[in-house]
T-cell receptor, first 114, second 113 residues
């Protein structure tokens, strides 16, 4: 089982739509969670951290469900410029504790169409 | 803003050449990382460093080495480049401590012929 799993998509949605991505992680001891955005042929960029209480940044809402070990990202009122790959990221724990490493999911591709 | 720079955006090398990829960050971050990214395989960690002169192997260190002589600079070395090392190489840095978000450089697309 992969440590971080995402549906690769692509998700094709019209402008203005609401779209949600989910991600599951395998290590229940993980403490840090992030969503990154990666445009084609560019580097990943931090979109937002994910907090236990859930958090919102404009049109973007992130949720964490520790019991089920999944993270979600909701995008409201999609824009053409939201077209990108969204990477779910979790920190890695071993038996001895936090390794400091981050594990990146393979990403979910979003295409927003006019 | 955090700035991570990499020495080249595109690089073409021949099989057997020694290749140096340089990464510099300007935010006084303790941690630095080297990844490669390939279609269908995602980001894979090659090496990382928590401090000057310190290095740890990641998931795919074979065929690579690293050097961190100064806090702001982390170099990736391909001792003898091979065609299966053709890839996008991404450097990242993060603040001291564990599990913090990482900031990436623009990447170096390396082609080994």
């Amino acid at each position: 089982r992969k440590e971080v799993e995402q549906d690769p998509g692509p998700f094709n949605v019209p402008e203005g739509a609401t779209v949600a991505f989910n991600c599951t992680y395998s290590n229940s001891a993980s403490q840090s969670f992030f969503w990154y955005r990666q445009d084609c042929r560019k580097e990943p960029k931090l979109l937002m951290s994910v907090y236990s209480s859930g958090n919102e940044d404009g049109r973007f809402t992130a949720q964490l469900n520790r019991a089920s070990q999944y993270i979600s990202l909701l995008i409201r009122d999609s824009k053409l410029s939201d077209s990108a790959t969204y990477l779910c990221v979790v920190n890695l724990f071993h038996g001895s504790g936090n390794t400091g490493k981050l594990i990146f999911g393979q990403g979910t591709t979003l295409q927003v169409k006019p | 803003d955090v700035k991570v720079t990499q020495s080249s955006r595109y690089l073409v090398k021949r099989t057997g050449e020694k290749v140096f990829l340089e990464c510099v960050q300007d935010m006084d971050h303790e941690n630095m990382f080297w990844y490669r990214q390939d279609p269908g395989l995602g980001l894979r960690l090659i090496y990382f460093s928590y401090d000057v002169k310190m290095k740890e192997k990641g998931d795919i260190p074979e065929g690579y080495s690293v050097s961190r002589e100064k806090k702001e600079r982390f170099s990736l070395i391909l001792e003898s480049a091979s065609t299966n090392q053709t890839s996008m190489y991404l450097c990242a840095s993060s603040p001291g401590g564990l599990g913090y978000e990482q900031y990436f450089g623009p990447g170096t697309r390396l082609t080994v012929t």
